[in-house]
């Protein structure tokens, strides 16, 4: 462990200023005028994991963004980690809510305010520098292949076919993903679990054309209207999802589990402080834990119709628009998910306006084994770096590549994330802790050691 300190420490800045370089590419995949920058922050990765000793180092090219992959294998006898990660981003906007422009990283109070600087390049990039960390030192255990992709928040549409067609080349005995959070540093978090997704857009049609709302109004169906009344009839009083059989698959915990689960540190009133917000809200009969962990969800993303520049025009809008996501657990399936939305919410439209449905990706729920030999050496490594045992959580979030890992690799993930809830993912002014970063950079060696260790 000193040896790890100890480089850290002698590193400090420059570890810090590489990422800052890597934060300052708005490699923004959902937009292509971001297209330059997003592989050019895919060069800076495999310049990086050059640098850091890695061989084989290769910017693979796909029908989208690239997957940088790059490996060590010092000896095949030994296991091997397979560490992946994502250099692309969301979008910043709205811009004007940003502190500080969202590309040019800047330390408030011991945090990089920046997009990316969680999720995922400030985690992913602590495996780069652990990585560079182990080679200096002569401290690595087992071999180490990396593939880090750009369109992970636009669905990974490529990733799939990459990892079909590379799987000897991706072979290995455990995936480790750092794209995920702690419940705090004073309570370090292992999760065990993550919900898949199905997302979608609906778009509502009247008339045939943008109307004069004093001519037309009350007399045409207005498109906005009909798309708020259809969406609010998805939640039925007690924020139970009306779409039938959308339960159907889902498994509820048993009364151990949901105590097991309620048992992690939590904070009402300054979960409700931190977020500013009068009461917590979601389905009936469950905790916040259990609804943001367990429980499918559906989500409004973004609505749209209509004027929406500054001033008054009075417009009854041809059309109204909608990007909808739904969180899956456990037993359901995003192809069936969507299908149940996309049938359910064609049958609930009115015969006054047009309804379209257009899917646009997904991902399988999963649910990572707590007894496996990975597991143990991330249980392992985090109590010695934070000094105390890891809780285990299930994730909110998604990472639709789990699921395909295990299906086409045939491997189990471990999910070993050091961000914060309150870290503003995917929204303006998102943050990482510097203590966070070195954490992960002190933590990840050990957990290299400990599954070599386990392994034997």
């Not at 490529?158 to 990892?163: A, C, D, K, W, Y």
């Not at 943008?210 to 207005?222: E, I, K, M, P």
Request: aromatic share 10%.
């Amino acid at each position: 462990m000193q040896v790890i300190k100890q480089y850290i420490e002698d590193n400090k800045q420059r570890l810090l200023d590489e990422l800052f370089e890597l934060l300052r590419f708005p490699s923004v995949s959902a937009d292509p005028k971001y297209a330059p920058d997003v592989l050019n922050a895919a060069d800076y990765v495999a310049k990086k994991l050059t640098d850091a000793g890695a061989d084989n180092v290769e910017v693979c090219k796909t029908a989208g963004y690239p997957i940088v992959y790059g490996d060590k294998i010092i000896d095949p006898s030994l296991p091997t980690v397979l560490v992946y990660g994502h250099y692309d981003v969301q979008p910043p906007d709205p811009l004007e809510l940003w502190h500080t422009p969202p590309f040019e990283p800047t330390v408030r109070d011991g945090k990089i305010y920046a997009r990316g600087a969680c999720d995922d390049k400030g985690q992913f990039y602590m495996h780069v520098k652990a990585f560079e960390l182990m080679m200096q030192t002569g401290t690595l255990p087992c071999n180490i292949k990396f593939m880090i992709e750009g369109e992970e928040e636009v669905g990974s549409n490529n990733l799939g076919i990459f990892v079909k067609a590379n799987k000897e080349r991706l072979k290995a005995d455990v995936v480790l993903i750092s794209d995920t959070s702690m419940i705090s540093m004073e309570h370090p978090s292992l999760e065990t679990g993550l919900r898949g997704l199905s997302y979608l857009e609906v778009e509502v049609t009247g008339p045939n054309r943008d109307l004069h709302s004093g001519v037309y109004g009350g007399a045409v169906a207005n498109p906005a209207t009909i798309l708020a009344k259809m969406i609010a009839s998805l939640h039925d009083e007690d924020n139970h999802i009306t779409i039938p059989g959308f339960y159907d698959d889902v498994t509820e915990l048993t009364a151990a589990e949901r105590a097991e689960l309620n048992a992690a540190p939590y904070d009402e009133e300054e979960y409700k402080k931190d977020l500013d917000i009068a009461e917590t809200w979601g389905e009936k009969g469950y905790t916040t834990f259990e609804r943001t962990g367990t429980r499918p969800t559906l989500e409004v993303n973004g609505i749209w119709g209509g004027y929406i520049g500054e001033g008054a025009k009075t417009v009854l809008p041809s059309k109204a628009n909608a990007k909808i996501s739904m969180r899956l657990v456990p037993n359901q399936t995003s192809g069936a998910i969507t299908k149940l939305f996309t049938d359910h919410f064609l049958k609930i439209a009115p015969t006054y306006v047009k309804v379209k449905v257009t899917p646009h990706h997904g991902g399988e729920p999963v649910v990572t084994p707590t007894d496996s030999i990975a597991y143990k050496a991330a249980q392992k490594a985090i109590a010695e770096a934070f000094g105390k045992q890891p809780i285990p959580t299930r994730g909110g979030g998604s990472i639709p590549i789990v699921a395909l890992f295990e299906a086409e690799l045939g491997i189990k993930t471990v999910l070993m994330g050091f961000g914060l809830d309150s870290d503003a993912l995917h929204s303006p002014n998102e943050k990482y802790d510097i203590f966070n970063y070195y954490k992960g950079i002190e933590t990840i060696p050990l957990f290299h050691k400990y599954f070599a260790e386990l392994s034997k």
